[in-house]
């Protein structure tokens, strides 16, 4: 593997194992991201949940179709990672193509070319794993929510409110460092066409990843709606 490889895989794993920390903590910008954000606003769907009349029907609801979703994500995954692992087996003939892969990796020899093929299996495998977990964690959330207390009973809503906060932050975040994981693998696919689409694509799908978590619409709103809730 030449230097020029070696540079940008370097950099893809550096990259990889580096932004879901960065991400936990709202980087780069820790007051004013989903990341961040979305905590205080779950803290406040469990009080809610803990104190309407509606015996937890619509709460179990969005939790089961949130559930649902991880579910179909991570047989997705688990489609395609049957499927790539095949490549593994199979001896790569770019001589005879015309697209863009033999262009530019007409000269890979066997070896570098199934490296490729592992590295998106391992950004799928990543994915499988915290799609995996979220549904289990949901699935602990669901019923720590159905143990919790009734109105008419006795209990003190603030220390519920932060149990099942704990319970349910780990969940959804596994299931959204899963669906971030899609941007990985993407980036991972480019290596085919070379060390440098392969650094550009790492670049530009985390650049992308930053500014919907930070400057995307969606941002926006989820940070008005912390500061009302503030």
């Known amino acids: 593997m030449d230097t020029l490889n070696i540079a940008s895989i370097v950099f893809f794993i550096v990259v990889w194992i580096s932004i879901e920390p ?25 009080c809610e949940t803990l ?41 790569p003939n770019y001589g005879n193509g015309n697209g863009l892969i033999a262009m530019f990796a007409a000269k890979d020899p066997a070896w570098l070319f199934q490296t490729k093929v592992l590295l998106v299996i391992a950004t799928l495998l990543r994915g499988l794993s915290d799609f995996i977990w979220a549904v289990r964690q949901l699935n602990y959330c669901l019923a720590a929510i159905g143990a919790s207390p009734s109105r008419q009973e006795e209990r003190d809503i603030a220390a519920w409110t932060d149990a099942l906060t704990m319970v349910l932050n780990p969940a959804l975040r596994s299931f959204s460092v899963g669906v971030r ?6 980036a991972a696919a480019f290596w085919f066409l070379g060390p440098i689409p392969f650094v550009l694509a790492t670049v530009l799908g985390v650049g992308l990843l930053i500014w ?13 709606i912390r500061k009302l809730l503030d």
């Open 51 to 91: 104190t309407r009349d509606n015996n937890f029907i619509g709460d179990a609801a969005i939790l089961g179709h949130t559930i649902n979703s991880a579910s179909f994500f991570g047989s997705a995954n688990l489609i395609v990672i049957v499927g790539l692992s095949g490549a593994l087996f199979m001896e």
């Open 22 to 46: 960065l991400m936990a903590l709202g980087w780069p910008r820790p007051n004013d991201s989903l990341s961040v954000d979305m905590v205080r606003v779950r803290s406040a769907w469990m």
């Open 181 to 186: 994981s899609y941007y990985f693998t993407v």
């Open 212 to 224: 919907r978590q930070s400057w995307s619409d969606t941002a926006k709103g989820i940070m008005a």
